[in-house]
């Protein structure tokens, strides 16, 4: 790939993102309005730094539509709860996935992911850790008058650790600490600006409650829910000049419930719903040009409706939930109109669902399959998912597969893979007391 370098981390950006490029929302333009008349919904798509950080990086959740909360536990409960840990069914467990990401875009962009975890003696904790290694491939740095400027490979990854711990028979909590490294354009100078690698430090906190051998009719059923705020971090820059970015801190919640069947047949139903903890885009107020208005004194942009995003993380997290800016009109009079409703009905807009099935026979052969929803004004991210899996003695295999139901999506025919390792041939963990 060729970039002109004026252009390189803007460009990058919109490459590796996986939500649709944002549209910021701007009120309708007078001169096609009559008095009174509102616009209609507005794409306001919210996005942030290390946009990969989101990435379902295993099979087993992606193959049930990026659902994996509250189900049951493995080693890449480190991604999606990691205070599933503690009531994981092996001594330890190490898992390897890799996947190629975004083909229809990029043919030189993949996803790599290791994770393992180590039950402590006490029976009642676990320690893990993560690697999530992203490539964004190869681009060619050009000058204004096309000459090569150099050849350089971006990437991102984040380390983890991860401690879990078992407070009474059925609950039990966790925190991972990640660290953050995103280099995008390795150094080179960008209209003036030296450019750098964005770092960050995060940290998820989590919950998960189980109850076993409940009944359901005449079968017997285990019943869970997860809860993780992940990416709790700080904000990211690539220049010593530019706006630091949010990174995605995330709010996942969900159940999950398996019912036994029979002596060899299960199934299980599992739900995510997620809410991106960043402040939403605001509507700007414009000038007789169309143009955004400045503030004199703050030198920023005059906010007509929503909230200024320029604010610190735990006000962006807090904010979240309320700053949705609606959907925004002039009257003839020039002045800002919001819809009644629309701003509540924007913030539900931004909880995306995520729901998946997984089926065992005689715990050896599985297979999945979910659906992934996201509101068209938020990314229009839709697509079906299914997944097998087959697991023998201390080796797992599991494949996944992603089926876009919107056109020219660029995660059609997603394909990813895990392998993983137990480390003591499946023996159940003993159970302990509250």
């Excluded at 990211?236 to 069947?261: C, D, H, V, W």
């Excluded at 065992?360 to 991210?381: D, I, L, S, V």
Aim: charged share 15%.
């Amino acid at each position: 790939m060729k970039f002109h370098w004026s252009h390189t981390i803007t460009l990058t950006l919109l490459l590796v993102a996986l939500w649709p490029a944002s549209v910021v929302a701007q009120p309708c333009d007078p001169q096609f309005q009559s008095a009174g008349q509102q616009c209609g919904d507005q794409l306001n798509t919210i996005t942030t730094a290390v946009p990969f950080l989101m990435i379902s990086p295993d099979s087993r959740a992606g193959g049930m539509g990026d659902a994996g909360v509250a189900i049951s536990p493995d080693a890449n409960a480190i991604h999606w709860n990691p205070s599933k840990l503690a009531f994981a069914p092996n001594d330890g467990e190490f898992s390897m996935s890799y996947s190629p990401w975004l083909r229809n875009l990029v043919p030189d962009m993949s996803l790599a992911y290791l994770a393992g975890y180590k039950r402590l003696s006490n029976k009642r904790s676990a320690v893990g850790g993560s690697l999530r290694y992203f490539n964004l491939g190869s681009i060619l740095f050009t000058d204004i008058n096309g000459n090569t400027l150099r050849d350089f490979k971006p990437a991102e990854f984040a380390v983890d650790l991860t401690f879990a711990q078992q407070f009474s028979e059925n609950f039990s909590g966790g925190i991972a600490i990640r660290y953050i490294n995103s280099n995008l354009t390795g150094g080179i100078s960008v209209q003036g600006a030296n450019s750098k690698a964005g770092q960050s430090v995060a940290a998820d906190v989590s919950f998960y409650y189980r109850k076993e051998q409940i009944q359901m009719g005449d079968k017997d059923a285990t019943f869970a829910f997860g809860t993780n705020i992940s990416n709790i971090g700080a904000k990211m820059s690539y220049t010593e000049t530019s706006a630091q970015n949010f990174i995605p801190i995330n709010l996942r919640i969900g159940p999950s419930i398996k019912l036994e069947l029979d002596q060899y047949n299960s199934i299980a139903f599992n739900m995510d719903v997620n809410k991106l903890l960043v402040p939403t885009p605001p509507v700007y107020l414009l000038d007789s040009n169309n143009a955004p208005l400045i503030d004199p004194v703050t030198q920023r942009y005059q906010v007509a409706s929503g909230r200024d995003p320029n604010v610190g993380v735990m006000s962006g997290i807090l904010g979240s939930f309320s700053d949705a800016p609606g959907n925004v009109s002039y009257d003839d009079d020039n002045n800002v109109v919001v819809e009644p409703g629309s701003r509540m009905r924007e913030e539900f807009r931004e909880i995306n669902l995520a729901g998946g099935f997984e089926y065992w026979y005689a715990e050896q052969f599985a297979f999945r399959t979910g659906y992934f929803w996201e509101h068209y004004t938020k990314g229009n991210r839709k697509y079906f998912t299914l997944g097998a899996g087959v697991k023998y003695s201390i080796f797992t295999l599991d494949l996944s597969y992603l089926i876009a139901n919107t056109q020219r999506s660029p995660l059609a025919n997603t394909l990813r893979f895990t392998l993983g390792f137990k480390f003591d041939k499946g023996k159940k963990k003993p159970s302990t007391e509250g």
